[in-house]
Nanobody
Framework: QVQLVESGGGLVQAGDSLSLSCAASGRTISTYSMGWFRQSPGKERKFVAATGRSGSITYADSVKGRFTISRDNAKNTVYLQMNSLSPEDTAAYYC?????????????????WGQGTQVTVSS
């Protein structure tokens, strides 16, 4: 089993940057595909970015060119660097781990979830 803890959320202004971290424990993330999702109040959880076990990466169109996902297997941590933030990026951000070898972009493909970290972007 994997435990995931997100950190790095906060309140920023439009145009600012923020870096999220997801620290894993219990098992090494090298055996998992890892992803980031976000959810606003009253809305469904949406895919943001993911990295497969082979190192492949994909992004949602809404964040492509602004967000960067990375993983440090030695530190058992996944990161999400977010640049050029806008109020539309305001949400709770969740880290997740999937037993799939390839990239997973659907919530149902993930086996473990963190508790989330809030990101609020003011205009």
């Amino acid at each position: 089993q994997v435990q995931l803890v997100e950190s790095g959320g906060g309140l920023v202004q439009a145009g600012d940057s923020l870096s999220l971290s997801c620290a894993a424990s219990g098992r090494t993330i090298s055996t998992y595909s890892m992803g980031w999702f976000r959810q606003s109040p009253g809305k469904e959880r949406k895919f943001v970015a993911a990295t497969g076990r082979s190192g492949s990466i994909t992004y949602a169109d809404s964040v492509k060119g602004r967000f960067t996902i990375s993983r440090d297997n030695a530190k058992n941590t996944v990161y999400l660097q977010m640049n050029s933030l806008s109020p539309e990026d305001t949400a709770a951000y969740y880290c997740a781990a999937s037993g799939r070898f390839s990239i997973a972009t659907l919530t149902g493909q993930y086996d473990y979830w963190g508790q989330g970290t809030q990101v609020t972007v003011s205009s």
